[in-house]
């Protein structure tokens, strides 16, 4: 069984800190790992993914994630948080195959503090 | 303009009605996907259906009844629903399974008084 922990509920950082989102994984094959974000009423937008190319991985609005096998994690990190940071980010894990599904970690807020 | 398209946005609903909420993706996927997200609590992924057909059914009560038509659409009938399913219900997408990402909609916003 797959399983993903995200630590904590919430993380407060200045405008212009660096953003660290932990993101820890269970997974009895190698995975696919996501990080997605949620804005205030809408739906969940796909940040990035890996999938066994590159260990780190670049997503959209500046974030990149880290596989680390030997930790099993999959840290979110950006160098300079923007107001516009705000939001809930997920950390999600599948297996592979044709019928595999995600599963959601509980999710974590970012706040960005002026 | 995600291209997975959730109507309505909100609902309220009493607990002796019925109503069904509409997913519709534009984006050739062959994969949906129903997910309840309720405060302080994972998503819960509900039912799956691949080519029209329902492959997963996470132990969700007969209250909820999901129906896919076409690779297209996908509906959740509620009926007799409790107000603890009061939540936000997320309907997803995709290719072939997860590896690509999923694609999420807006959500519907289920209030049972």
């Known amino acids: 069984a797959q399983s993903v922990t995200q630590l904590g509920s919430h993380v407060s950082v200045s405008e212009g800190a660096l953003v660290l989102l932990r993101c820890n994984y269970s997974?009895?094959?190698?995975?696919?790992l996501f990080w997605y974000v949620q804005y205030p009423n809408q739906g969940l937008q796909l940040l990035l993914k890996y999938t066994s190319a590159a260990t780190l991985v670049k997503g959209i609005n500046g974030f990149e994630a880290e596989f680390k096998k030997s930790e099993t994690s999959f840290h979110l990190t950006k160098p300079s948080a923007h107001m516009s940071d705000a939001a809930e980010y997920f950390c999600?894990?599948?297996?592979?195959?044709?019928?595999?599904?995600?599963?959601f970690g509980k999710g974590i807020t970012l706040s960005v503090r002026p | 303009e995600t291209g997975v398209t959730q109507t309505p946005r909100h609902l309220v609903m009493g607990m002796t009605n019925k109503k069904s909420l509409k997913c519709e993706q534009h984006?050739?996927?062959?994969?949906m996907y129903w997910y309840k997200q309720s405060a302080k609590k994972p998503l819960e992924l509900m039912f799956v259906?691949?080519?029209?057909?329902?492959?997963e059914n996470n132990s969700v009560p007969s209250r909820f009844s999901p129906e896919c038509p076409n690779s297209s659409h996908l509906f959740l009938h509620l009926h007799t629903l409790q107000p603890e399913d009061s939540a936000l219900y997320l309907c997803a997408s995709s290719q072939g399974g997860p590896n690509y990402g999923y694609t999420f909609g807006s959500g519907t916003r289920l209030t049972v008084v």
């Open positions: 259906y691949n080519f029209k057909e329902q492959t």
């Open positions: 997974s009895s094959v190698p995975p696919y």
């Open positions: 999600a894990v599948s297996e592979r195959g044709a019928n595999s599904k995600l599963t």
């Open positions: 984006l050739g996927h062959n994969a």
